[in-house]
């Protein structure tokens, strides 16, 4: 697990700092910590444009200072990862797909062109 950022492509996007999980272990561990805070998931494929954009379009719309954590999964390189998440949270897989978490359920789950960050800070 470690903490990254997409930087400014293109001049477009702001870099937020995901938490990439690349292991059960530490989605399990990110899934306890929603007990804590809310925890966004965010499931993303580096193969897709439409994950590209969606991806791009949320960090530019997110608020820094949104009390909510931010977890990353990379698809190709950690399907295991994404499958566990979605048999944790009972949320049937998507590409790309964001699932918010408190108390270790999903409150709030949106997948493709309705991923809005918007919606997410309403719910938070």
């Known amino acids: 697990m470690g903490l990254f950022n997409f930087g400014n492509k293109g001049g477009q996007t702001k870099s937020l700092n995901w938490t990439e999980l690349s292991t059960v272990n530490e989605l399990e561990k990110a899934l306890a910590r929603s007990s804590e805070t809310p925890c966004l998931f965010f499931k993303h494929s580096t193969r897709c444009s439409i994950s590209s954009m969606a991806l791009s379009r949320f960090e530019s719309d997110w608020k820094e200072d949104a009390n909510c954590e931010l977890y990353f999964i990379d698809l190709i390189a950690n399907r295991e990862v994404s499958n566990k998440l979605s048999e944790l ?6 590409s790309p797909q964001t699932i918010l978490v ?23």
């Open 102 to 124: 408190e108390n270790g359920e999903s409150i709030l789950d949106a997948s493709h062109s309705g991923i809005s960050a918007e919606e997410l800070m309403k719910k938070l």
């Open 89 to 94: 949270t009972g949320v049937q897989h998507q």
